[in-house]
DNA sequence: GCAAAAGTGTTGAAGGTACACCCATGT
DNA sequence: ACATGGGTGTACCTTCAACACTTTTGC
């Protein structure tokens, strides 16, 4: 059957060609990162396991991509139903495809690093998944197969991203104070930053705009809250604007 | 048997297990965007498709992903072998996977980049394809398949290499003046650069060991000849150093 | 001596970092 | 009134960009 699936394909041009090639094939998946923000932690979306191997384990929501879909699709399709979540931010990793990553056969996955704001997705599980749910990023399960590595490779992408893109906001509410920005930044570049110097440079760029509101419902002085102006970044980008942030 | 084949790689496990999935799956790939230094220009390395589809059509260097090969072992060994080539750089770009980019069935390509010092390197036609050669990277004739879109995803990506890592001298003979350095990175970022400032930077990251030699046979003052110092950058880089030029 | 590229410093502007106190609110 | 985080400006230093002439060699 999978045979014949291939014969056909191989007969689908304008005339006959060989099937591409005769040897087996690696199995080729796609695996997620998605990260999302807690009250004073970054937090990663895991799924358990619920078949061989590694049932039970903590892992990567993933999956195979099948036939007829981009991989994007397929990243996006596996996170659906899996974890129940639909990231604004999705984006390529790198292929991790060392031979003995999967103890089945050869699988080459292709990972993915993606942003949720966490109040609107209770993540759910499904498909091949016992649970799903959010694990603060540094307290963190062991994971299954070698998704420990893409996890680091991630992080390590995200650090230079929110440095270089205004990708930050799709982890925070739509309206945000100055000091939830700064935290977030914090978290994922794992230092403190200078209160006066992050509000300056932020301002200076003048992408955010001041909504009026204020925070109320907070045990201290009301924060105002500002609000991503997209539209305004990539009017500035298309003029060569380059974004940066600490 | 091809089936028969997947079925043992399923039975492989300390136990039995099932195969990881029941459908047909795409075909993996990897592709190459090899850069080399010409003259006055960049220059990329192409092969000439000795079969269809796009048989006559210059195309990337690459080839199928095997089953029991890590993933960039295969962008090495379709190197050698179809172009006879061996980088001292090649890493991971991204993975190029939409469904209709081949036009015989459904394949996945890894597209790489990787520099090689171009002297060294008489590229030799010789699996699938009818000739390897060096094109001025903008003066490439239009490829087969997608390898437009990959090459110019790699043409960014040195853009960003270059500037944030010491790439570049993969690039030159081990000996180089700092002229032919200027030039590579102009050629690179596609913009005239200041002399003086171009210098001053370069050498205050105290990277370069002037080997006292001089370039002689040349028709006007002959330059001093440099050497990038690679084990002064990887203690450095440990010492929390970042190389950064222009 | 002429052509060709090598080599060399200074100045002004902009941007980055360090740093401490008062303010508005809830309890 | 006190606790909590919100909000603000300046001075110094480093870095970057702009810019032109003299030197050395081959022919």
Redesign the interface.
Known sequence: ???A??TR??A????P????????????AVDCVVFGLGERTLELLLVERDL??FAGRWALPGG????????DAAARRELLEEAGVSPDVLE?L??F???GR???????S?AHWALVRGERHRPRAATDARAARWFPLDARPPLAFDHDAIVAAAVERLRVEVRWRPVGFDLLPEVFSLTELQRLYEMVLGRPLDKRNFRKKVLAMELLEDTGRLDEGVRHRPPRLYRFDRAAYERLSREGFAFRLE
Do not use: K, N
């Not at 195979?64 to 991989?71: A, G, P, Y």
């Open positions: 059957m999978r045979a699936q291939h394909a191989g689908r041009g304008t005339r060609m060989a099937f591409t090639y005769e040897h087996p094939r690696p199995a080729l061989e191997p195979f991509v099948r036939v007829d879909e981009s991989i390529q790198r292929a495809g060392d031979v999967d103890p089945r056969e050869r699988v080459v292709i």
